[in-house]
């Protein structure tokens, strides 16, 4: 079991770079829409994942950014009740140590993007040989849409449809906020 100490000393280990304004609003849209208005914990997602689990037809899970940045730290991915209560009581302490912005930084550096990907810098230079900011709107798209959809090492037509269409979702979601 991972101490918050030792969670709190990765996240310190880990430089606190700014995340492209356009890709965090658009991991924001597809990801974790109120993680600006919540303190690590979205209790409306979770009661939403509980409600579904509940009617035997989940919609999408409850973990907020913060949740899923301690999943990714931890390396602890099991399904069950513990590790879901101590993933929450760490992703709010989390918030009230380090702020949204560096849980936002830190996440888009160390999140899993796929085969050998790690943080969305490493993404971008593999899929589209540039760095983030040099990326276009629609593929700093794909990259918000990897973190459900991984890169393979062997890309499938199926993988390719399923980020495809929520890439598009995710810049259909920002251009909805844009408008207000």
């Given amino acids: 079991m991972t101490s918050l100490q030792s969670l709190y000393a990765r996240i310190e280990e880990v430089?606190?770079?700014p995340l492209d304004p356009e890709l965090a609003m658009l991991v924001l849209a597809i990801e974790d829409r109120r993680f600006r208005r919540h303190r690590g914990?979205?209790?409306?997602?979770?009661?939403?994942?509980i409600w579904g689990l509940a009617r035997r037809r989940p919609n999408g899970g409850g973990s907020t950014i913060d949740m899923q940045l301690v999943r990714t730290l931890t390396?602890?991915?099991?399904?069950t009740v513990g590790r879901k209560l101590t993933e929450m009581h760490f992703a709010l302490r989390l918030r009230?140590?380090?702020?949204?912005d560096?849980?936002?930084?830190?996440?888009a550096a160390v999140a899993y993007c796929g085969e050998g990907l790690t943080g969305f810098a490493s993404a971008a230079d593999y899929l589209f040989k540039q760095s983030v900011?040099?990326?276009?709107?629609?593929?700093?798209?794909?990259?918000?849409a990897v973190l459900l959809y991984p890169v393979l090492r062997e890309p499938?037509?199926?993988?390719?449809h399923r980020l495809g269409a929520r890439s598009k979702r995710a810049v259909k979601l920002l251009?909805?906020?844009a408008r207000g």
């Avoid at 914990?41 to 994942?49: H, I, K, Q, Y």
């Avoid at 009230?96 to 949204?100: C, E, K, T």
């Avoid at 560096?102 to 996440?107: E, F, I, K, S």
């Fill in 41 to 49: 914990v979205d209790l409306r997602s979770m009661a939403r994942a």
């Fill in 15 to 17: 430089p606190n770079v």
């Fill in 75 to 79: 390396g602890r991915y099991g399904r």
């Fill in 96 to 100: 009230r140590r380090f702020g949204a």
């Fill in 156 to 160: 499938t037509d199926r993988w390719r």
């Fill in 175 to 177: 251009t909805n906020l």
């Fill in 133 to 144: 900011r040099e990326c276009s709107t629609d593929e700093k798209a794909v990259l918000a």
């Fill in 102 to 107: 560096r849980v936002l930084n830190t996440y």
